[in-house]
């Protein structure tokens, strides 16, 4: 057994109820669904949050989604829709501390939703969405050079 | 211009606070965000549905946001957490018909958060678990099955 229930289920040390398995990503059934077919798609490897996520096992958590989207609305399972939703961090509602993935179905009347601060319906002025823009823009742009910099060392 | 408003984004006809675009995907800020710093990740091909989505661009989609989340992080605007978030059909809450992957910051008390169904805290009994797995099952082989038939022929 680790400290990562994730890493369990993936090694086969605590029982899930998998969907499918492959060399970098595994899905099992969330034992606390939001709809019945309430799938987690997590990385084989160890990663508790994005940063820490190989790019490469990211893009194929993404393939393998878009599968289980497919395959949800196939199945003979109600779903009318399918969210994806990812929680990087605490804030963010991010509770086992391993990369994971949720895929569900929605149906009309399933009681999910979400909910927002009471300043939700103002739209901000163009300008701050452009200010914001620029901020990340020129994070994007120094991450950039640092992996430059960090080639050419 | 065409009826589709994320068209009418990438084909230059209606304005957007880009952060990031590239051939195959992206990256403007939400006009209504959840928080300052809330993007859409969309793919420059209209594709209204997951379905309808080029797998490598999906994947493409992913990886871009796994940059955007790191980004936002490094950004200086308020960001403790990043959520990832994708509604696929109205059921789903989806409302522009093309594709899109929220990512957005978070923060504690930022006032986001998902409502349940009462029923959410009930955790249903293994047997169900392993009954919607192995239906989503059936559903992946029938379609690797049909795709097989495809290739024969």
Redesign the interface.
Known sequence: MSNCIFCDIVNGNCDA????RDDSVSV??D????N??H?LIIPNTHAAF??D?E?NT??????V?????????????KC???????????????EVFHVH?HVFP???G????????????T??P?S???G??K??????E??ALADEDERQR
């Open positions: 109820a998998f969907v499918h099992f059934m034992i606390q669904p939001v019945a077919g799938m994005l940063a996520l790019p990211g893009a194929k958590m993404f393939r989604a878009q599968k289980m989207a497919e395959a949800l609305r196939a199945s003979g399972l009318e829709g399918v969210n994806l939703f990812l929680a990087d961090g605490e804030a963010a509602m991010q993935l929605r149906f009309e399933d009681g999910f939703g979400l909910t927002f601060a009471d300043t939700y319906l739209k901000p163009w701050e969405l452009e914001a823009a901020m990340i823009s020129t994070a994007i120094r991450s």
